[in-house]
T-cell receptor
């Protein structure tokens, strides 16, 4: 059972609002990732981090930003949400090598 | 995209039958992994196969890897209704993309009771 948590699970907000999607893991993993997934589609890497104070943009351009001030915490922020940001956001972590451990996802709808 | 296609996009079978899904990729890899995703949920890791391995088994799962063809297959034997989910392959990239995972578009498996 993976100990990685995402909140909120579901969020419906209006255009222009600032939102933060939270991701926390209790496994002490250095590597953490954010993926964006539209329903029934592939996952796209939007941000990743190899440790505290390390963040990189993924291959899919995203207007979101991330921070990694603590090992266990990797929040994603949208300063001004738009309908095009409507999607599912999946957070994952990884120990030194091996598989990714995923959270349950945050489904964002921007009206 | 670093990832190729998964084939088929959708598969519907009867309980007890075997299900085979295929994955192709484009670049050199360190390893290839298969994940399962129930509708609206996160992904769960199933099995990892390294680039120097050709076949791996885990319970009812059998994975093959052909690096010369840049392809992999996942076989689920004696399927159950509870196997209904989407299945994704993910590749961990070569020297310039280590620790980055690229996912395919998935195969949606429906196992009818």
């Amino acid at each position: 059972e993976a100990d990685i948590y995402q909140t909120p699970r579901y969020l419906v907000i209006g255009t222009g609002k600032k939102i933060t999607l939270e991701c926390s893991q209790t496994m002490g993993h250095d590597k953490m990732y954010w993926y964006q997934q539209d329903p029934g589609m592939e996952l796209h890497l939007i941000h990743y981090s190899y440790g505290v104070n390390s963040t990189e943009k993924g291959d899919l351009s995203s207007e979101s930003t991330v921070s990694r001030i603590r090992t266990e915490h990797f929040p994603l922020t949208l300063e001004s949400a738009r309908p095009s940001h409507t999607s599912q956001y999946l957070c994952a972590s990884r120990p030194g090598s091996g598989e990714l451990f995923f959270g349950e996802g945050s489904r964002l709808t921007v009206l | 995209s670093q990832q190729g296609e998964e084939d088929p996009q959708a598969l519907s079978i009867q309980e007890g039958e075997n299900a085979t899904m295929n994955c192709s990729y484009k670049t050199s890899i360190n390893n290839l992994q298969w994940y399962r995703q129930n509708s609206g949920r996160g992904l769960v890791h199933l099995i990892l196969i390294r680039s120097n391995e050709r076949e791996k088994h885990s319970g009812r799962l059998r994975v093959t890897l052909d690096t010369s063809k840049k392809s992999s297959s996942l076989l689920i034997t004696a399927s159950r209704a509870a196997d209904t989910a989407s299945y994704f392959c993910a590749t961990e990239g070569g020297p310039y993309n280590f620790n980055k995972f690229y996912f395919g578009s998935g195969t949606k498996l429906n196992v009818k009771p």
